[in-house]
């Protein structure tokens, strides 16, 4: 398996503009995660989905944060309109969900967001 | 709120020593605790785990410790190489609610190992 997928690896766009962000999880794995990861914050969870299904979306941090999985191989984070603090890594990662007690999240490369 | 911290941001070794990095959580109810190791320009990478049922468990030259009286977690890497220079994590599985599954983060420690 290649891992999880993320793209694009760097984003650079203005103040305003729309941004996609795209993720790949592992076949087979149940549960897709999205974070964030700034000097500043650290590594924060913006929202996770268990099939497919968003569960916990209270890291999102405004409205104009959306995320979507309209299938198991496939998930977008949505920043619209996009703001220089947005600026950050973001991380895609997924673990399988069929042992609850086994909980190693796997993660992707990161998308390097800059607004500017 | 209740978060996962860490004693020392960074910790600089020589080759070949042992490293030994530090967590704290104040999350009693957490159950599983995971550490991950990110190079830079990479994503976290899982190297080790414990259950909160364990006291010790032991990797290929990494050891976890996990000490439920103070709430801490250390990390021990043996015969610290280069290549693990790195941002070293904890995480805590929080496992209560509606967020059983989620790992929550601790701020990391950059581990520099010297020549």
């Known amino acids: 398996d290649a891992g999880v997928i993320q793209s694009p690896r760097h984003e650079v766009t203005e103040m305003g503009q729309e941004v996609t962000l795209r993720c790949k999880p592992i076949?087979?794995?149940?549960?897709l995660f999205w974070y964030r990861q700034t000097m500043m914050r650290g590594l924060e969870l913006l929202i996770y989905?268990?099939?497919?299904?968003?569960?916990?979306d209270s890291g999102m941090p405004e409205d104009r944060f959306s995320a979507k999985m309209p299938n198991a191989s496939f998930s977008t984070l949505k920043i619209q309109p996009s703001e220089p603090r947005d600026s950050a890594v973001y991380f895609c990662?997924?673990?399988?969900?069929?042992?609850?007690?086994?909980?190693?999240?796997?993660f992707g490369p990161g998308t390097r967001l800059t607004v500017l | 709120g209740e978060s996962v911290g860490l004693h020392l941001p960074t910790l600089s070794v020589q080759e070949g020593d042992n490293s030994i990095i530090n967590c704290a959580y104040s999350?009693?109810?957490?159950?599983?605790f995971i550490w991950y190791k990110q190079e830079s320009g990479k994503g976290p990478q899982f190297i080790i785990d414990?259950?909160?049922?364990?006291d010790k468990r032991q990797g290929q030259r990494v050891t976890v410790l996990l000490n439920k009286t103070v709430k801490h977690l250390s990390l021990q890497i043996a015969a610290t190489q280069p290549g693990d220079s790195a941002v070293y994590f904890c995480?805590?599985?929080?496992?209560?609610?509606?967020?059983?599954?989620?790992?929550?983060f601790g701020k990391g420690t950059k581990l520099s190992v010297k020549p």
């Open positions: 990662a997924s673990r399988a969900g069929t042992d609850i007690s086994y909980n190693e999240q796997f």
């Open positions: 989905f268990n099939n497919n299904v968003p569960i916990d």
């Open positions: 414990i259950r909160s049922n364990m």
């Open positions: 076949s087979g794995h149940d549960y």
């Open positions: 999350n009693s109810a957490s159950d599983y």
């Open positions: 995480a805590e599985r929080a496992n209560y609610g509606g967020s059983q599954g989620n790992l929550i």
